[in-house]
């Protein structure tokens, strides 16, 4: 059973769940794990693997369209060395004061391979025009939007060989709290993209009964990702399925609010579609396939 099965399986017994967070009595919490095997290529330092992996807890947050308040991690690893340990704390801390949240602590652990386990929390503040947003409010006719760029840990992976310094700068993305809530009030359905634009759409296409139609030339592939494509496929492959990039992908019906809104660069890259178009990119169904655990 690969990961989404397991998850459509969970999901009959949890009908609340399904989004990037659960939101309970207007707090949002969320939790992610992050393994040295499948999440830190050789060469990523404890301070980019604190910074990442509370972030993609952050990120979640940043999906639901509320500020976050804190977090916390377990630190798991065969020995704790002191460097590595104030590093990783280091990179925590900063990723949450860069979204003027707090990382407030969290636990230790021996585990055979270094491991990190992160929770954040984020709260709803309706007087303020925050979400939450949900996977399931998409509409025909809205325009689908993308933050930032795609294809940026993709490129990270293939650069962490010959340039680590460079491949750490691309594995340390910005969460889109801001963004998240300055959009909150005109996105029809929004999520993170850490499984990968592809499988993105699917998702939400399947909480909102809608299709989607995509250009690939309107995707805002990253410069990146130029530099280490063999081919056009590769570029594709990077940039529409890699994933872990943590941009928001999200619906609205008024596209040039949101861009004025934003903080940062927002693309519109294509348009919600009634269920039985399907999701497509250029005309072609696009495979429900990107990030799997």
């Known amino acids: 059973m690969d990961e989404r099965a397991a998850l459509a399986m969970l999901g009959e017994a949890l009908p609340a769940a399904g989004d990037d967070a659960a939101v309970v009595d207007d707090l949002v919490v969320t939790t992610d794990m992050l393994h040295e095997t499948t999440d830190f290529p050789d060469g990523t330092t404890r301070y980019t693997a604190g910074w990442r992996s509370v972030g993609a807890s952050l990120s979640d947050v940043a999906a639901m ?16 060395e002191e460097e590595e340990l104030r590093s990783f704390v280091a990179g925590a801390r900063d990723v949450c004061a860069l979204v003027d949240a707090e990382y407030v602590g969290g636990d230790l652990d021996d585990n055979r391979e270094f491991t990190a386990a992160t929770t954040a929390v984020g709260r709803v503040d309706p007087a303020c025009g925050d979400g939450p947003v949900y996977r399931s409010g998409a509409t025909p006719g809205e325009a689908v939007c993308v ?3 795609l294809g940026r840990s993709g490129a990270a992976l293939r650069l962490f060989d010959d340039d680590p310094e460079r491949g750490n700068e691309l594995f340390r993305f910005a969460p889109r709290i801001s963004t998240g809530r300055a959009v909150a009030s005109r996105a029809g359905a929004m999520m993170d993209s850490s499984d990968g634009l592809a499988r993105s759409l699917h998702q939400i296409a399947e909480a909102s009964g ?13 410069g990146a990702v130029r530099e280490v494509a063999a081919d056009a496929g590769d570029e594709w492959e990077l940039a529409v399925h890699f994933g872990e990039d943590f941009e928001l992908v999200f619906t609205t019906d008024d596209p040039a609010a949101v861009r004025r809104a934003a903080p940062v660069e927002v693309t519109e890259v294509g348009r919600v579609v009634d269920s039985g178009e399907g999701v497509e990119m250029n005309g072609r169904p696009l495979p429900d396939r990107g990030y799997t655990h």
């Open 210 to 222: 809608c299709g989607f139609a995509l250009e690939y030339d309107a995707l805002p592939v990253d």
């Open 65 to 80: 369209g509320v500020p976050a308040r804190a977090a916390v991690a377990v630190y798991a690893a065969p020995a704790f």
């Open 147 to 149: 933050t930032g760029t």
